[in-house]
């Protein structure tokens, strides 16, 4: 049943059946198009600044606008596709990052340098007398007093660029999404829902490079060393921090510029844009749907215990595979240690020893690595067995998602079992952004498509069909004159 007053008081859905039962004038078209059925969601905001997005109007009001679009609107249409380019390009850089900042913690060089110095601290040491300076400053901190007590200026020389360089590219990084996301926005190649997406991750781009110091600053600081009974080493809370907060920068230049990519590519050819817009709308695909999105979050935390493993140095206990030493799993006094507890009746006996015990948190990550395995091997029998309802890219990233996952267990349990080379841990923590990845590109591709995308495909759909008529007629009648 179509609603009298689309857009005040309730959101309509528009599933396109197929365009090969269009027949009449446009309006016709579009209404045989669209099927509208109204559910009790709030008002959906943002379209009413297109003359065919008026706050209110009929259903044969907006048939007629629809119809008659003839470019797409800027407010639909996500932005200019270089955004997308640039944003998933951005996303590299990003990768980067996150495996260099590996290698960094690997080579134990994260504490190298002792200051936080944005703008000053973009050019490393230049002459003898700054290098001396600097490690006299290294000299000073808790990981040289007790750890690195024998190292000379050469051996600090190298552990200083890995960080400097480690800090040099997250300065690259800011400005290359920076500049070019102040252009976008003031040259209007992007709409404000882009806009706002933009603003979100610049903030989070920043905030990660304060998440970086307070990293940091955990690892320099005495008294925290010693309330964690740590080695000068930074909170394993803190690395974790860091890290997932570089995931949620990556999730969103990745899925946002793969939704401007995807929405550009659907204005170009309406006619398979509503084919798809059928397929994606099918309740035969929703379960699907939700398994993908539960297989992000899955990835997601499995990385994230990842985390803690590399924060707190689990893997260099229980280097077998599968057992854990001579049994399948620890004992439960040592996976409970009542030394982890801080306060006197043991109430944090629990979550301590899941996030601070080592063995436990290694547990965890086996646990979870099994489980996210088993999750895309269970969602990769579901599409297989159910081609016809999933589409053809998504089936291709859900299989292409099980050979990543293969090849991540295999990693792990060979940098386990070899006590952690920094090869093979460096390439490990890879693989888990690169399954991350795969997950975030497959529930992407499985997401319906938004509403206004489908008013704006379906006008251009009848319009093209308008066009392509009047072509027809005019040609026949030129032949029967």
Not at 76 to 100: A, C, D, H, M, R
Not at 379 to 390: F, G, L, P, T
Not at 441 to 468: C, T
């Amino acid at each position: 049943m179509f609603c009298r007053r689309l857009f005040t008081g309730a959101v309509c859905r528009f599933s396109p059946k197929s365009p090969s039962v269009f027949s009449g004038n446009a309006v016709n078209q579009l209404r045989r198009l669209t099927t509208v059925r109204v559910n009790k969601a709030p008002l959906y905001q943002k379209l009413v600044s297109q003359k065919c997005f008026q706050r209110s109007f009929s259903a044969s009001s907006l048939l007629k606008e629809a119809a008659a679009v003839s470019s797409p609107p800027k407010t639909l249409l996500n932005s200019s596709k270089w955004v997308g380019y640039w944003l998933i390009g951005t996303s590299g850089l990003v990768f980067g990052i996150v495996v260099l900042g590996g290698l960094t913690r690997l080579t134990e060089s994260g504490l190298s340098i002792t200051e936080w110095r944005p703008v000053t601290g973009t050019l490393p040491p230049m002459n003898q007398q700054e290098w001396e300076e600097e490690f006299e400053k290294y000299k000073e901190s808790p990981e040289f007093k007790q750890l690195n007590s024998h190292i000379d200026l050469d051996e600090f020389k190298f552990i200083f660029f890995m960080e400097w360089i480690h800090r040099l590219w997250g300065r690259a990084i800011g400005a290359v999404f920076l500049f070019p996301a102040v252009y976008f926005m003031a040259t209007r190649k992007t709409s404000g829902r882009v806009n706002k997406r933009l603003v979100g991750l610049l903030a989070l781009l920043g905030f990660q490079g304060f998440i970086g110091w307070w990293m940091v600053k955990s690892g320099l600081d005495q008294e925290q060393l010693e309330a964690r009974k740590s080695k000068p080493t930074v909170s394993q809370y803190r690395l974790t921090t860091h890290l997932g907060t570089a995931f949620l920068l990556y999730l969103g230049m990745i899925w946002t510029g793969f939704e401007i990519l995807k929405e550009r590519k659907w204005v170009q050819n309406p006619a398979k844009a509503l084919e798809a817009f059928k397929l994606l709308d099918s309740k035969a695909l929703g379960p699907a749907r939700r398994l993908s999105l539960g297989l992000l979050a899955l990835s997601f935390l499995t990385a994230m215990s990842g985390g803690m493993v590399a924060g707190l140095d689990a893997g260099w206990i229980y280097n077998t595979f599968p057992k854990m030493g001579d049994t399948w799993v620890p004992s439960s006094r040592e996976l409970m240690d009542p030394n982890f507890a801080r306060k006197e009746d043991k109430s944090d006996l629990w979550w301590r020893n899941m996030l601070e015990n080592p063995a436990t948190v290694q547990l965890n990550h086996r646990i979870l690595g099994i489980t996210t395995f088993c999750a895309v091997l269970a969602v990769h029998s579901y599409c297989s067995r159910r081609k016809a309802a999933v589409p053809k890219m998504a089936d291709r990233t859900i299989k292409a998602m099980m050979g990543i996952v293969t090849m991540q267990v295999g990693l792990g349990i060979a940098t386990l079992v070899y006590l952690v080379p920094i090869s093979l841990a460096s390439i490990h923590q890879a693989g888990a952004l690169a399954l991350f990845t795969s997950a975030i590109i497959f529930a992407a591709q499985l997401r319906k498509p938004r509403v206004p995308m489908k008013i704006l495909v379906s006008g251009l759909y009848v319009q093209q069909s308008k066009q392509a008529g009047s072509k027809i007629l005019s040609e026949a009648s030129k032949l029967a004159k």
